[in-house]
């Protein structure tokens, strides 16, 4: 048992080392992905009608190209800060949930409008002992794919449900929808189906694996429902009351 014990504090220094050079390493490399977006600014605003159109196609790519690979290093530094976070320094407040659904729903506004999809939000005023922060990269990564994986000029119902010890929070939206032998994996980190590569090529593939480690963290619960071509719901209980953490 000793000799196990001792093995196994290896494994977790031994994770945690190369969670934090990872890190490290991801962090180093948003500098050059910032110059290379300003200097697309400047050829945009400065030079774009002296640039010839078959350079302007080039250009845009390398534009969406950074884009991606920019939204790709944030969420890898999310997951990574969330991970090496001990449960212990989480800051545990009450958290009005209608407020936060809808300061979320303010931020996810445009993105919702460029594909024409509107948003329904049926949230009773409700107070959970949670931390804000983190409550809010979870059900923002959830809506946030709602309208992704949302078929152009959808709907996407953002609900809740309320008893004396815990809150539902359900996201639906009318999408493209999750393959049966697909679901058990849609939480791993870079995991995508098939249908969701082709409808969207700009995710990170890395949302849905935030979404599961922080609601480890939080003590939450997670469930999902899904149709092909109809449209998938992400439902999150949440203890209204905190729950004693007893581990990350």
């Not at 922080?214 to 997670?222: G, N």
């Given at each position: 048992d000793q000799m196990l014990s001792i093995a196994n504090n290896r494994l977790?220094?031994?994770n945690e080392e190369k969670n934090r050079q990872m890190l490290i390493t991801t962090h180093d490399l948003?500098?050059?992905?910032?110059?290379?977006?300003?200097?697309?600014?400047?050829?945009?605003?400065?030079?774009?009608?002296?640039i010839p159109e078959s350079v302007k196609g080039i250009i845009e790519r390398i534009?969406?190209?950074?884009h991606m690979l920019r939204?790709?290093?944030?969420?890898i530094l999310v997951l990574g800060n969330l991970k090496s976070k001990p449960v212990d320094q989480l800051n545990i407040e009450p958290v009005e949930i209608s407020r936060l659904i809808r300061d979320i729903a303010e931020t996810l506004q445009e993105k919702a409008e460029s594909r024409g999809v509107s948003l329904h939000i049926d949230i009773s005023p409700v107070a959970v002992d949670s931390n804000r922060e983190q409550l809010s990269v979870l059900l923002s990564n959830l809506m946030s794919n709602a309208i992704s994986y949302s078929q152009e000029n959808g709907r996407v119902y953002i609900s809740s449900a309320s008893t004396e010890?815990?809150?539902?929070?359900?996201?639906?939206d009318q999408g493209i929808g999750i393959r049966d032998d697909a679901l058990p994996r849609i939480f791993d980190e870079y995991f995508r189906t098939k249908e969701a590569n082709r409808f969207n090529k700009q995710s990170t593939g890395l949302g849905l694996a935030i979404v599961k480690v922080?609601?480890?963290?939080?003590?939450?619960?997670?469930k999902v429902?899904?149709?092909?071509?109809?449209?998938?719901?992400?439902?999150?209980?949440?203890?209204?009351?905190?729950?004693?953490?007893?581990?990350?």
């Open positions: 977790i220094l031994a948003k500098a050059p992905f910032a110059g290379i977006e300003s200097n697309i600014e400047v050829l945009k605003y400065q030079y774009w009608n002296e534009d969406i190209r950074a939204d790709r290093i944030n969420a010890v815990e809150t539902s929070i359900s996201i639906k922080i609601a480890q963290k939080l003590k939450l619960r997670l429902q899904s149709e092909i071509d109809k449209g998938t719901m992400f439902t999150v209980i949440i203890p209204r009351k905190a729950v004693t953490n007893t581990g990350g």
